[in-house]
Nanobody, 124 residues
């Protein structure tokens, strides 16, 4: 079983930065590929970024490419999402997700485990 707990969300002005963290309670974190998704009320959950189990391969949504960086620390069992140059349209609940095996998948259905989410609000 995998438990994921996100942290680091909050209120920030446009142009600011936030770093989200996701701590995983699992025996073998390095066996998981990880992803970040976001969702606003009334809309489908959308892909933000993904990273493979070694951290060698990453994938980003077009809307955040160049502004966000996903990384992981397999000793601390944690994945991060550094978000810079934030825009009001980045406002959402951000979810951490995990899947067993390799790949940097962007589809929600590829991930079996999800955190509870952390709210990010960007003011204009």
């Amino acid at each position: 079983q995998v438990q994921l707990v996100e942290s680091g969300g909050g209120l920030v002005q446009a142009g600011g930065s936030l770093r989200l963290s996701c701590a995983a309670s699992v025996r073998t974190f390095s066996g998981l590929a990880m992803g970040w998704f976001r969702q606003i009320p009334g809309k489908e959950r959308e892909f933000v970024a993904a990273i493979d189990w070694r951290g060698d391969s990453t994938n980003y949504a077009y809307s955040v490419k160049g502004r966000c960086t996903i990384s992981r620390d397999n000793v601390k069992n944690t994945v991060y999402l550094q978000m810079n140059s934030l825009k009001p349209e980045d406002t959402a609940v951000y979810y951490c997700a995990a899947r067993e095996g390799s790949g940097v998948h962007s589809n929600v259905g590829a991930y079996a485990y999800w955190g509870q989410g952390t709210q990010v609000t960007v003011s204009s």
